[in-house]
Nanobody
């Protein structure tokens, strides 16, 4: 299984970016996917999550109403990020695991089996 992110870059505060994650070699139709981020000197934190057999998505409070996560379609999943703030600056990672995680486990990196290499997002004027 391989995950490859793209779409990061430098954006001004208030701007938008759409991150992509191409997933190859993953064959299950029952899965949980998520996006995490890690800023220098900080722990990896959960950002946004969705489970394949449900329509609800879950977001960290800091990104709620600004970020949207999609399920993967044709092998690619997306994270749409709007109204970006300097505190959103981090390396962003996509992750996936087979099966459904309970809500209480969604935000914990240890529950995910496969990870991308990360894409850098910098929000600065």
């Amino acid at each position: 299984v391989q995950l490859v992110e793209s779409g990061g870059g430098l954006v001004q505060p208030g701007g938008s970016l759409r991150l992509s994650c191409v997933v190859s070699g993953f064959t299950s139709d029952d899965y949980t996917i998520g996006w995490f981020r890690q800023a220098p000197g900080k722990e990896r934190e959960g950002v946004s999550f969705i489970r394949s057999r449900e329509s609800n998505s879950y977001h960290a409070r800091s990104v709620r109403n600004r970020f949207t996560i999609s399920k993967f379609t044709a092998g690619t999943m997306f994270l749409q990020m709007n109204s970006l703030k300097p505190e959103d600056t981090a390396t962003y990672y996509c992750a996936i695991r087979r099966g459904r995680l309970i809500v209480g486990s969604l935000f914990q990196p240890s529950h995910y089996d496969y990870w991308g290499q990360g894409t850098q997002v910098t929000v600065s004027s």
